[in-house]
């Protein structure tokens, strides 16, 4: 057997900054996105989400409403609310009635979506509604195979947060249906989704039900993806083809350039991407493929070492929501979708099982407590699609160009993919804390949890505590162990250069046990057993490769795994005339009042004294000389940002001049 095969292991999140998330997740963000896809909240655009599903199974009547995929925002919103369920039956302290509330909208949510399926297993409302004899006519544009993946990933997470199996049975008929169209067989369509999804979703069916037909139909997608003729083109030929947006996108967008064992390099429409390469890694960690593996790695190192943000976030082009060439990361019209670092997170998940190193979660831990953490505000209820690490809200109210970039979050969105995956990220957090591979537990997250893992020989359990990710003093505390030696590796991040590791008391130099990334301690485990991690945390300065041309002169400032930024309403306008001082002095202060609690960094810095005077011509015959004041800098979380009077905001700011 495959050692490095995916065994689900949960952590249960008990306090702390993860555990605030949660419980914003089922207090807040639940209840007000259930409002938002029932049309119940007055200043967000109409979801129709659960609508739709409504007039497909005849309870209403009207018109389809929204887009293509809008089924997907409802089908997240259950596996988010299947996440909560299943956080709730480990935790004694989850409030009853906030259950109880969450599985009457879950039961009435699974029921309408029962109801909207077709005879003979067929679930897409566009489709049923709009245009029910051009179904699978377009996979390029209509989303059904994305739609139905998501389905199934909710399916997954309500059965397991509720023990009921009525929405499995529906997607499991619905996964029958799919395999009666697509396949190699004569008169079966080799087509494959315009959007990728359905083969990872297939693969967590496969997971759960252990049934290897999900599995063959997930490998038959992802295989078929890219080769010659592109189906896309050859659908488009047909009398049934119909057309969604009419968009002639090209194959690099949808990934469908080459089949998917020769690409190396990230390309196309970044959300796309990850689904995609999640898959592979999931196949090739269930089959050893080897050729799947290879290519997972490559389109690995093309994202995080040319194609990604300080902050984790990916595709820097609005344009086609894309992946653009190496190195082009600017700042001001960044794309980095949320939803693209959500994707780009459970990517370094799989990684990290495929190849057991540190350095796949320390990308998931940038991705989080940065690019996936600013697409929520503090109070659960608006979003950013868009994550800027620049803006100034005059020109973005002006220029056409970044009318994309939000410097406000919004209350909803027309194409709402983001505030539901967020949600069911912020919920599924715990499925992400550790590994267990053989013999080993690998800790990949820091947080306060209690996790049971089941490793080859036995179950180990341990309870893990601190005040992560403002303090890097983490404590292990082993509750049970197997009987004879097993591994607990622990993650040493890349950004901290003295980490030092004790265990009951006895320092245990780090080098000597490291592995991949991980301190690695194997021996016979007692309950009782501490483990303290230390992981000093000053603030660097960090510079990118002179490649990326938007952050060239300039710097960031980054503590632990969090980035930080500048913001007008603590530093004044024109925060591109600011630059760190050489002596930055900084100082570190964690404001409990702040922005929910944050760590504010002050710095030393200066700020060229022309900006403030409006007397100044616009251009004069000098040369650059500035004149610079001294001022004191507050730089806070990134993630933070935007939860204030709206205004300037920057992460890269000059370097010492
Ligand atoms: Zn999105």
């Not at 009853?96 to 399926?117: D, P, T």
């Amino acid at each position: 057997m495959n050692v490095n095969r995916f065994v689900p292991v949960s952590t249960t999140i008990k306090s702390g900054f993860f555990r605030a998330y949660q419980d914003l997740t089922y207090r807040e963000i639940l209840p007000y996105q259930w409002r938002a896809l029932n049309d119940e909240i007055d200043d967000a655009p109409d979801s129709h989400s659960v609508e739709n599903f409504r007039i497909a199974a005849g309870k209403s009547t009207g018109e389809f409403n929204g887009m293509a995929f809008q089924d997907s925002d409802l089908a997240k919103w259950l596996e988010a609310a299947g996440h909560s369920l299943a956080n709730a039956q480990r935790d004694p302290s989850f409030p009853k009635e906030v259950r109880e509330k969450l599985e009457e909208w879950v039961r009435s949510a699974v029921e309408v979506v029962a109801s909207a399926q077709q005879p003979d297993g067929y679930l897409d409302t566009f489709f049923t509604v709009k245009a029910p004899d051009h179904k699978w006519s377009n996979l390029r544009e209509a989303h059904e195979l994305y739609c139905a993946g998501h389905m199934m990933e909710a399916a997954v997470a309500v059965y397991e947060g509720t023990g009921d199996r009525t929405l499995l049975d529906v997607v499991s008929r619905l996964a029958d249906h799919i395999g009666s169209v697509f396949g190699t067989e004569t008169g079966k369509k080799r087509g494959y989704p315009g959007h990728q999804e359905i083969e990872l979703a297939l693969m967590k069916l496969y997971r759960l039900t252990n049934e290897k037909r999900f599995f063959d139909l997930a490998t038959f997608f992802i295989d078929e993806r890219g080769r010659k003729p592109v189906y896309f083109d050859v659908e488009a030929q047909s009398e049934r083809f119909y057309p969604v947006w009419g968009f002639d996108r090209d194959h690099e967008y949808h990934q469908a350039h080459l089949p998917v064992r020769e690409q190396r390099d990230a390309v196309g429409h970044s959300v796309r991407a990850m689904y995609q390469y999640i898959a592979m890694a999931d196949i090739a960690l269930e089959n050893g493929d080897r050729e799947l593996a290879d290519a997972c790695r490559a389109l690995w190192t093309s994202t995080t070492e040319r194609r990604m943000y300080v902050t984790g976030g990916i595709g820097s082009s609005r344009h086609g929501e894309r992946f653009t060439t190496d190195y082009d990361l600017p700042n001001d019209t960044a794309y980095a979708e949320t939803c693209a670092a959500i994707g780009l997170f459970i990517f370094a998940n799989r990684m990290a099982r495929l190849d057991n190193e540190a350095r796949y979660a320390d990308v998931a831990e940038r991705a989080l407590f940065n690019g996936i953490l600013s697409g929520l505000s503090l109070d659960g209820t608006r979003y950013f699609y868009v994550n800027p690490l620049e803006v100034v809200p005059a020109v973005c109210d002006t220029n056409g160009t970044y009318r994309h970039v939000k410097y406000r979050r919004q209350s909803w969105y027309g194409c709402a993919c983001c505030p539901p995956n967020v949600a069911r990220l912020l919920a599924s957090l715990g499925t992400y804390v550790s590994r267990a591979a053989g013999d080993t537990l690998y800790v990949d997250l820091y947080c306060n949890g209690v996790v049971s893992a089941p490793l080859s020989s036995g179950t180990f359990e341990l309870e893990q505590s601190g005040n992560y990710p403002w303090d890097g003093a983490i404590s292990i505390r082993v509750t049970d162990a197997p009987a004879g030696a097993v591994s607990l590796a622990l993650r040493v991040p890349a950004w901290c250069r003295t980490p030092s590791l004790r265990v009951n008391g006895d320092e245990i130099p780090i080098d000597s046990i490291s592995e991949k990334g991980y301190a690695r301690l194997e021996r016979v485990w007692n309950a009782g057993d501490e483990v303290v991690l230390d992981l000093p945390m000053p603030v660097e300065v960090v510079s990118a490769d002179p490649k990326v041309k938007a952050d060239f002169g300039r710097v960031a400032l980054q503590r632990g795994p969090i980035v930080y930024c500048l913001e007008e309403v603590d530093n004044g306008k024109d925060l591109h005339t600011i630059a760190l001082a050489e002596d930055p002095a900084f100082r570190v202060e964690h404001r409990k009042q702040l922005l929910g609690g944050v760590t504010v960094v002050e710095a030393r810095g200066t700020r060229t004294s022309a900006a403030q005077s409006s007397s100044a011509p616009l251009y004069r015959q000098e040369s650059f000389s500035p004149s610079l004041e001294e001022t004191t800098l507050t730089f806070i979380p990134y993630y933070a940002w935007a939860n204030r009077d709206p205004g300037e905001m920057t992460v890269w700011v000059s370097a010492p001049r």
